[in-house]
Every structure is written in C-alpha cells, then in structure tokens.
C-alpha cells in the first residue's frame, strides 16, 4: 500500500510525481537537468525502515527519504513532517521484535559499586585489574562499574549500560582473576539496545567499537556493538537523529563487518571513517594511541569499498 501522506510531503517538494513501476514515483531530479522525470523515489517503506531513491542521471542515490532531504538541505519542518509520516510505518514490522527485546533486567543482587572503597581482596583485585587496563577511578564513576564477590558474578567486573532516560538495559562483566574458566558472563536477554545511551550526544560525531572496555577507553561519544555487528534499534536511531559523521572502530579480524556497516551509513549519506586497528583493539592501544587513529584516519570513500569487495573474491 502506497503512503499518499509521504507522497504529498514529497511532491511539496519535488513537484508532481508520476507512477513508474510497482511503488515507485518518479520525480524531476534537483540533482541535474533532464526533460525526464529521472529521479525515483520507493515510497512504500519496507521492513528496514527504508525508501530506496536512485536519480538515475546524476547517479546519486540513497535508502530514505532522510537521507534525500539532507543531500536537497531542506528546513527542519520538512524532517519533523517526514518523521511524523513515516514514524508509524518505518517501524511497525519491527515493533513487535522490538517490544519483545525490551526485557525487564537488572544489576545482579550481589553488585557492589567501585567507586564506594573496600578494604577486601576482591576489590583491591578489582581495582589492580582496572587500572591494568587503563580505567581510571573517574571512569568508575562515570560508567557506574561495579564488581560482585559472589554469587554467580563472582570475581567479576561488571559494566552497566544504561538507555538516554537513565533505565538499565544491559550490562557486562569480565573476570579480573585470570584463573576464571569463565572470563565472560552476560545476561541472556537481547543486545538490540543502544550501548551507553544515556552519554551519546547525536549532534556529535560517534565512534562504534565492538566492547565496552573498548568504548570506555575511546571516552568521546562511544557506543558498543557488544559484538561484531550492528543491532537494528542502533541501526534506525543514528538515521533518525541526522547524525552526519561515524567512526567505525571495530577489530581487525571484523574488516568485513565494519565494512557493511559503513555501505549501510554511507547509503543514508553519512560521512564514515573506517578506522584500521591491526593487531590491537581500541583497550589494548590506550586513549591516547586510539584518539590519534581517530583523527588520523581519512573518510572512507566508496572507491576504497569496491577495492575491498573486490580484493574479498580472491580470497
């Protein structure tokens, strides 16, 4: 079903739309002259929360209407009114997943906050394994990391990560006795939340690594994957907010994955830098070396991405 409500916003726009194929409408490209209506437009959003758009002159092209507004620089107005259209349809095959990811959790019972000093082994343990690992006390408290001496996190830090509204909605631990069989535990619930939501400022360049010692070494606007790819509610709120520069931290043996993430934010005409890691994650480099790779590290162009896909058939 076609959405007339987005149709009229675009014709508000690009002027009168005429019907090619399926649920496309093909407009009079802003982006070059032609006697032709060459630009089309998808105004049936799919799944993904996308409308794909090709100007098939200029060859500019894109996977929202987002992402068209922001090429034509168009007034706030006209993003408040496309959000307020698409809100509902953008997400209504994902919101019944996504209502079923949002799991009441919570802090182990036996969680005890490292910023309150103790005088047991464990935290003092606790303490040396942190600071091993370049987290200072400021970090402790700014991240609100904690430590459990039993229970079944015991000897074990543990990270909260908390959502913009301040709410819990995940955490991490890693054992800080290196003779642990189990270095790591997490909860099982779902990982498509927002690592760190309550400290991202999304009119500010953000930075995506794989973990959360990762992010807290990072410090600047850093947001988790807790993993090597990036979760659907991360996907649609950094396209949502207009953020309009990433940097892609992942490790190196996740080339690929970084790869796809910046195809798919490159899409939505988002300026993405691809930052290469070698041998040693975001942690293990240290703030300052990581900082450096950052500001270092040139925009990803989509020369260097064909290059890559290419070079990956030989392999």
Not at 70 to 92: A, C, P, T, V
Not at 275 to 289: A, R, S
Request: proline share 4%; aromatic share 10%; hydrophobic share 35%.
């Amino acid at each position: 079903m076609k959405n007339l409500k987005l149709l009229q916003l675009l014709e508000s726009v690009l002027g009168k739309g005429k019907q090619t194929s399926g649920n496309n409408i093909a407009f009079f490209s802003p982006f070059t002259s032609h006697y032709k209506p060459k630009l089309e437009i998808d105004i049936n959003t799919d799944s993904n929360g996308q409308n794909p758009w090709h100007c098939w002159i200029s060859d500019k092209k894109g996977r929202s209407i987002h992402s068209l507004f922001k090429q034509l620089n168009l007034s706030k107005d006209k993003f408040e009114k496309l959000g307020k259209i698409i809100e509902r349809s953008k997400y209504r095959n994902l919101s019944t997943e996504i209502t079923k990811n949002e799991e009441q959790i919570q802090l182990p019972e036996e969680f005890k906050p490292l910023w309150l000093k103790n005088n047991t082994p464990d935290y003092r343990n606790a303490i040396y394994y942190l600071q091993k690992r370049g987290i200072t006390i400021f970090d402790i408290i700014r991240y609100r990391i904690g430590y459990a001496e039993d229970g079944l996190y015991s000897g074990k830090i543990i990270i909260p990560s908390y959502d913009e509204n301040g709410q819990l909605n995940y955490f991490v631990s890693r054992a800080f006795y290196e003779n642990d069989p189990y270095k790591h535990k997490n909860p099982k619930v779902s990982k498509d939340i927002i690592g760190f939501g309550m400290l991202i400022n999304w009119n500010e360049p953000i930075t995506l690594c794989e973990g959360a010692f990762d992010a807290i070494t990072i410090k600047r606007n850093a947001i988790p994957l807790f993993g090597k790819q990036i979760n659907p509610k991360l996907r649609m709120k950094i396209i949502e907010e207009g953020v309009k520069e990433i940097n892609i931290c992942l490790d190196n043996d996740a080339i690929i994955n970084a790869k796809n993430i910046a195809k798919t934010f490159m899409g939505e005409g988002i300026t993405v830098h691809l930052v290469k890691l070698d041998k040693q994650d975001p942690n293990e480099l240290g703030y300052k070396k990581i900082t450096e790779k950052i500001q270092d590290t040139y925009q990803f162009s989509f020369e260097e991405m064909m290059h890559m896909e290419i070079n990956s058939l030989w392999k």
